[in-house]
């Protein structure tokens, strides 16, 4: 009783000391926990067991809704805010059973890709955004780029002469990337070996999705039509979904409606 009654009283009163070792641990909100329990008469009455669980689930939660902020930061979205539960479904053609299970990003962890294709305004990057703040979510690496901004990237470290290398590395290394504007210009032989080597590097190791204008069968062309197209291809849609992203203009939809 003695030993309980110990630790309770070190739960409810925690000196400077105490205070700057848990911020040396990073656990802050820890601190913040404490102060908040202390505050209500009703958490100092609970068994300290039940205090314990309580301070361990805040923390937990604040750990992760941190590490969710960051994932969701450090993804670039070009539609930040693209909420799974916002995407409209009426009269697009959607297929709303593959989304939901799209949804639960367990093709992630199959490292299989996505392949949004439609037209200009149907809402492709919302989509993709979608899915990727899903990922977030469940604590996984995410990033978005379009390819132009991928390549000028790419442009960039050759002139600076610091190589391509680490760039692919970079990019290699997210569990989910998301290529928006995928086929949107004519690639140089050099561009088009850097996209094969990046999706060989991604190859069932992780996730991909691509947002295009273009129908999979137009892609051999726009490619280059030679053997690296058929390699590139053959790494994207061998393990992928495919989903048309609807008949509507979404942009000039919500436009009328705001």
Same mark, same amino acid.
């Given at each position: 009783?003695?030993?309980? !009654?110990?630790?309770m009283?070190?739960?409810?009163?925690?000196?400077?000391e105490?205070r700057?070792k848990?911020r040396?641990?990073a656990?802050?909100?820890?601190?913040? %926990?404490?102060?908040?329990?202390?505050?209500?008469?009703?958490?100092?009455?609970?068994p300290?067991?039940?205090?314990i669980?309580?301070?361990?689930?805040?923390?937990?939660?604040?750990?992760?809704?941190g590490? /969710?902020k960051?994932?969701l930061?450090?993804?670039?979205?070009?539609?930040?805010?693209?909420?799974?539960?916002?995407?409209?479904?009426p009269?697009?053609? @959607?297929?709303?059973?593959?989304? @939901?299970? @799209?949804?639960?990003c367990?093709?992630?962890?199959? !490292?299989s890709?996505i392949?949004?294709?439609g037209?200009?305004?149907?809402?492709?990057?919302?989509? %993709?955004?979608s899915?990727?703040?899903?990922?977030?979510?469940q604590?996984?690496?995410t990033?978005?780029?379009?390819?132009p901004?991928?390549?000028?990237?790419?442009?960039? %470290?050759?002139?600076?002469?610091?190589g391509?290398?680490?760039l692919?590395k970079?990019y290699?290394?997210?569990?989910?990337?998301?290529?928006d504007?995928?086929?949107?210009?004519?690639?140089?032989?050099?561009?088009? !070996?850097?996209?094969f080597?990046? /999706?060989?590097?991604?190859y069932d190791? %992780?996730s991909?999705?691509?947002c295009t204008?273009?129908k999979?069968?137009?892609?051999?062309?726009?490619?280059?039509?030679? /053997?690296l197209a058929?390699?590139?291809?053959d790494r994207?849609?061998?393990?992928? !979904?495919? @989903?048309?992203?609807?008949?509507?203009?979404m942009?000039e939809?919500?436009a009328?409606?705001s």
């Open positions: 009783m003695f030993v309980v !009654h110990h630790i009283e070190g739960i409810t009163m925690i000196n400077d105490t700057r848990l040396e641990m656990l802050e909100e820890m601190i913040t %926990a404490l102060d908040l329990q202390n505050k209500d008469s009703i958490y100092t009455n609970l300290f067991d039940e205090r669980k309580m301070l361990v689930d805040y923390v937990y939660q604040e750990k992760y809704n590490k /969710v960051r994932l930061k450090q993804a670039r979205f070009r539609i930040p805010n693209a909420e799974f539960n916002d995407i409209y479904y009269d697009r053609g @959607l297929d709303r059973d593959l989304l @939901l299970e @799209l949804s639960t367990q093709f992630i962890h199959n !490292h890709n392949i949004f294709q037209f200009t305004g149907a809402g492709k990057s919302f989509l %993709a955004c899915i990727g703040r899903q990922a977030c979510k604590s996984i690496r990033r978005y780029i379009r390819i901004d991928l390549l000028m990237e790419r442009d960039e %470290a050759v002139e600076e002469n610091r391509i290398g680490k692919l970079k290699s290394n997210y569990r989910l990337l998301l290529l504007e995928w086929l949107l210009n004519d690639y140089s032989d050099e561009e088009l !070996h850097f996209l080597e990046l /999706v060989e590097r991604r190791t %992780a991909t999705i691509f204008q273009y999979v069968e137009d892609w051999h062309g726009r490619l280059g039509g030679g /053997v058929d390699s590139i291809m994207i849609i061998h393990k992928s !979904h495919q @989903l048309y992203s609807g008949d509507i203009n942009r939809f919500l009328k409606r």
